[in-house]
């Protein structure tokens, strides 16, 4: 069967390729990075969830949960030190800030589901940090940049440790290499069923199918072990 491209052609501005036939927004989806118009939560709200967004450094985690969330997100971006410039150096690109906490957002997905997004710090130091985020959660989104596979085996690792269910977003940045879908499934020794998508995290529309996809996943492992 042949491969499936991840990995999108667009120029590095350009809007974000149309999703993967799986992982489709429903058309009621919340209007994302609508942000402002939903300060408060609507009474349609039945459920939450809490997510990871889990990553390396400069992977684009914060700019996500910025780009989806409703309500102002809480960002603890602090100015990199100098002591930090030397070891924080892993896929970052010319990066003056860093998350030294967490970052915070809320998004409403199809009227019903509130996602609560917790951005964790990139740095491998920061790991047992994440651990204590991840209690509670239902789920994490786990960003990808295939310029430097390798440092998202830390996350990724952790998620498994951790028994956490998750999907990948590979977010796309200027120059990128391309790959294969199984490519990147090898490379990071993905089950077949974790979800694997191309993301923009500028993206609105973008972010949230990923999100979507992520939700979808939850879902299904949860029927599947009822
Ligand atoms: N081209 C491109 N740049 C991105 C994307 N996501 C984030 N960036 C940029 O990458 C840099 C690091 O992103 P940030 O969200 O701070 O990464 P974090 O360390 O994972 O929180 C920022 O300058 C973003 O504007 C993306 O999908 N495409
Ligand atoms: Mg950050």
């Known amino acids: 069967m042949a491969s499936k491209a991840v990995s999108d052609?667009?120029?590095?501005?350009?809007a974000p390729a149309a999703p993967p036939a799986s992982v489709g927004a429903p058309a009621s989806a919340a209007e994302p990075g609508a942000a402002q118009a939903g300060k408060y939560l609507t009474s349609s709200v039945a459920g939450a969830a809490k997510i990871l967004v889990v990553g390396p450094l400069g992977v684009g985690k914060t700019t996500?949960?910025?780009t989806v969330s409703e309500i102002r997100p809480l960002s603890t971006e602090a100015m990199m030190t100098r002591a930090g410039a030397r070891v924080d150096t892993g896929g970052e690109r010319a990066k003056t800030t860093t998350t030294v906490a967490l970052d915070f957002g809320r998004i409403t997905i199809d009227d019903e589901l509130v996602l609560y997004l917790f951005g964790t710090p990139g740095q491998q130091r920061f790991l047992p940090a994440w651990r204590d985020l991840a209690k509670g959660a239902l789920g994490a989104l786990a960003l990808i940049d295939t310029r430097d596979l390798?440092?998202?085996f830390g996350a990724l690792g952790n998620l498994e440790d951790l028994d956490l269910p998750f999907a990948v977003a590979v977010n796309v940045f200027p120059g990128s290499p391309q790959h294969t879908e199984d490519d990147?499934?090898?490379a990071?020794?993905?089950l077949p069923n974790?979800?694997?998508?191309?993301?923009?995290?500028r993206d609105a529309h973008s972010s949230v199918r990923a999100l979507i996809a992520l939700v979808r996943h939850l879902i299904d492992a949860a029927t599947e072990s009822s």
């Open 9 to 14: 052609d667009r120029a590095p501005d350009a």
């Open 184 to 186: 990147l499934r090898t």
């Open 188 to 190: 990071l020794d993905l």
């Open 64 to 66: 996500l949960i910025g």
């Open 150 to 152: 390798a440092a998202s």
């Open 194 to 201: 974790t979800p694997l998508v191309a993301c923009d995290a």
